[in-house]
Antibody, heavy 118, light 107 residues
Framework: EVQLVESGGALVQPGGSLRLSCAAS????????MTWVRQAPGKGLEWVAN????????YSVDSVKGRFTISRDNAKNSLYLQMNSLRVEDTAVYYC???????????WGQGTLVTVSS | DIQMTQSPSTLSASVGDRVTMTCRAS??????LAWYQQKPGKAPNLLIF???TLEIGVPSRFSGSGSGTEFTLTITSLQPDDFATYYC?????????FGQGTKLEIK
């Protein structure tokens, strides 16, 4: 069974940093693109970033460029999102998802809440 | 960036009804479109990809159609479990934008 479990969400002050993790199991992690999607409270879904199987091809939404970095460790079956210079508008539930090659997302984690507030 | 617009924002229907919701892209995305269902407090669940291909395990009362800029998600014979919010998502280019969602509520 495919499982994705996010962790690392917390309350952080504006300008602060946070690192999210996503532990994957039940599939060959190194064979798949992976993605982070976020959802602000009461709002819709927003794609944040994705990464290829080897970690050498990455894309991100303009609003997080230069602040967020997606990475992965295939030996640990883990996906990460390093978030720096956090803003109030980054407050959201962050989901990791398995990405069927830069396309649709067929498995999602349960999400981890990031709250940016003073 | 490609903008995705869903309509209506809210759809009221009864168990047993057939409903259709629409997703429009600001430019052609051929058939590079997915639909997701999301219930409150839960992660989204993939329903359809490539505009019309049903994900494994999704009931056949769900169907998708369209190409280019206009797409529809149809649910025949609504079940109580179907009342949720539905999102479309384009993956034609790397910005991977979602629509704002259609909330399907019980009439």
């Amino acid at each position: 069974e495919v499982q994705l479990v996010e962790s690392g969400g917390a309350l952080v002050q504006p300008g602060g940093s946070l690192r999210l993790s996503c532990a994957a199991s039940g599939f060959s992690f190194s064979d798949y693109w992976m993605t982070w999607v976020r959802q602000a409270p009461g709002k819709g879904l927003e794609w944040v970033a994705n990464i290829n199987q080897d970690g050498d091809e990455k894309y991100s939404v303009d609003s997080v460029k230069g602040r967020f970095t997606i990475s992965r460790d295939n030996a640990k079956n883990s996906l990460y999102l390093q978030m720096n210079s956090l803003r109030v508008e980054d407050t959201a539930v962050y989901y990791c998802a398995r990405d069927a090659y830069k396309s649709w997302y067929d498995h999602w984690g349960q999400g981890t809440l990031v709250t940016v507030s003073s | 960036d490609i903008q995705m617009t869903q309509s209506p924002s809210t759809l009221s229907a009864s168990v047993g009804d057939r409903v259709t919701m629409t997703c429009r892209a600001s430019q052609s995305i051929t058939t590079w479109l997915a639909w997701y269902q999301q219930k409150p407090g839960k992660a989204p669940n993939l329903l359809i990809f490539k505009a019309s291909t049903l994900e494994i395990g999704v009931p056949s009362r769900f169907s998708g159609s369209g190409s280019g800029t206009e797409f529809t998600l149809t649910i025949t014979s609504l079940q109580p479990d179907d009342f949720a919010t539905y999102y479309c998502q384009q993956y034609y280019n790397y910005s991977y934008t979602f629509g704002q969602g259609t909330k399907l509520e019980i009439k």
